[in-house]
């Protein structure tokens, strides 16, 4: 599987942004799909999840009420909404998939992993 993530950039505090992660190759629909950030001096944290059929999400603490996860496996695409954005968030976004069959919040569950994509929130 190769995943390219996109959306990002530079945003102010309280706006939103969309991000978007392509797959290309096996069958995406098979995979459970995850965002994990990585800002700088600090490793890399889980963010969000969902399951193959997009019916099961999890979230990391500092996202619940403001970031949603969702999948179109009909584009093979997974995003991530993310709204009322806060200076903390500023990090490289990876989108990554996994073969579990439930979702997982930690990243050595994940097989594949995109390239990454910067989110920088200004305050």
């Known amino acids: 599987v190769q995943l390219q993530a996109s959306g990002g950039g530079l945003v102010q505090a309280g706006g939103s942004l969309r991000l978007s992660c392509a797959a290309s190759?096996?069958?995406?629909?098979?995979?459970?799909m995850g965002w994990f950030r990585q800002a700088p001096g600090k490793e890399r944290e889980f963010v969000a999840a969902i399951n193959w059929r997009g019916d099961s999400t999890a979230y990391a603490d500092s996202g619940k009420g403001r970031f949603t996860i969702s999948r179109d496996n009909a584009v093979n695409t997974v995003y991530l909404q993310m709204n009322t954005l806060k200076s903390e968030d500023t990090a490289v976004y990876y989108c990554?998939?996994?073969?579990?069959?439930?979702?997982?919040?930690?990243?050595?569950?994940?097989?594949?992993w995109g390239q990454g994509t910067q989110v920088t929130v200004s305050s």
């Open positions: 190759g096996r069958t995406f629909s098979m995979y459970i």
């Open positions: 990554a998939a996994g073969s579990s069959r439930y979702i997982r919040t930690t990243n050595d569950w994940y097989d594949y």
